[in-house]
């Protein structure tokens, strides 16, 4: 069965770095939250805001692994009023069983999902 799951995250500064490591945060938080090995992944695709100028997420993932993984990034659509610095991304992944998808919205992400999440950490709602 494929899933998918998504997550974003606040990106404090325009600059390479920390959108690198974010991404890698995102990601490895959803892989963690949801089981799924790196193998599992058929493609993962961000979206960042268009602020985010100073480095490409995929190419700051790619630096943390997933060397055999389809990266994609895009420019999110600009909203009038949108949080600023968000980062988001879209993981599909190859799944033996039917389990939900636990979203992960992190830092000041939180905010676009609260109906998702309780805590500043995005921790899922039980």
């Known amino acids: 069965m494929i899933r998918a799951v998504r997550g974003a995250v606040g ?3 325009n600059d390479a770095q920390e959108i690198y490591s974010g991404a890698n945060r995102l990601v490895r938080e959803i892989m963690t939250r949801n089981r799924i090995e790196e193998q599992q992944i ?19 993932l790619r630096s943390f692994g997933f060397a ?12 009038e009023g ?10 599909t992944y190859s799944a033996a069983e039917t ?10 992400a939180v905010e676009l999902r609260p109906d998702l999440t309780d805590t500043a950490e995005g921790e899922r709602r039980t």
Not at 82 to 91: F, G, H, S, T, Y
Request: with cysteine.
């Open 11 to 13: 990106v404090d500064n």
């Open 42 to 60: 058929v493609s993962i695709m961000f979206s960042v805001t268009k602020d985010l100028t100073k480095g490409n997420p995929a190419t700051g």
């Open 68 to 79: 055999d993984t389809p990266l994609f990034c895009v420019q999110e659509a600009d909203i």
């Open 82 to 91: 949108a949080e600023p610095r968000i980062l988001r991304v879209l993981v």
């Open 99 to 108: 389990a939900a998808t636990v979203p992960v919205y992190l830092g000041r």
